[in-house]
Nanobody, 121 residues
Framework: QVQLVESGGGLVQPGGSLRLSCQAS????????MGWYRKPPGKQRELVAV???????RYTDSVKGRFTISRDNAKKTVYLHMNSLKPEDTAVYYC???????????????WGQGTQVTVSS
C-alpha cells in the first residue's frame, strides 16, 4: 500500500521561510510527476507546483520566484522550499504523486494527509 507522508509545516512570520517534505513509501515501481497543492481557508484546493521525474517544474503564478520544488528520486521524496512567505500563503499543503505500482490496479494518483502552513505575525 502506498503512503505519502508530509512534514515541515508550521507557523512562520511574513517574509520567513519553510521547507516542506513528502516521502512516498510502499509498493512503488516508479513515480512520474510529483506536486504540491494547497487549500486556503474557505477556498478550493489549488495547484502550487509540480515536478516531473526528469526535474522539469512549473508553478502557479502567485508563488513564482518565491517557491522552489525539487525531488530526490532515490528517496522518493519531493520538497517545497518556500521563501518570502505571505499571509495569503496560509493553507493546508498536500503532496501528490503519480505512482506506478507492481500491478495495474495499484497505479494512480496518491495524496498525503496534508500539513498546515500558517503565515502570521
Amino acid at each position: 500500500q502506498v503512503q505519502l507522508v508530509e512534514s515541515g509545516g508550521g507557523l512562520v512570520q511574513p517574509g520567513g521561510s519553510l521547507r516542506l517534505s513528502c516521502q512516498a513509501s510502499g509498493s512503488i515501481v516508479s513515480i512520474y510527476d510529483m506536486g504540491w497543492y494547497r487549500k486556503p481557508p474557505g477556498k478550493q484546493r489549488e495547484l502550487v507546483a509540480v515536478i516531473t521525474y526528469g526535474g522539469s517544474s512549473r508553478y502557479t503564478d502567485s508563488v513564482k520566484g518565491r517557491f522552489t520544488i525539487s525531488r530526490d528520486n532515490a528517496k522518493k521524496t519531493v520538497y517545497l522550499h518556500m521563501n518570502s512567505l505571505k499571509p495569503e500563503d496560509t493553507a493546508v499543503y498536500y503532496c501528490n504523486a503519480d505512482i506506478v505500482g507492481p500491478t495495474y490496479s495499484e497505479n494512480g494518483f496518491y495524496w498525503g494527509q496534508g500539513t498546515q502552513v500558517t503565515v502570521s505575525s
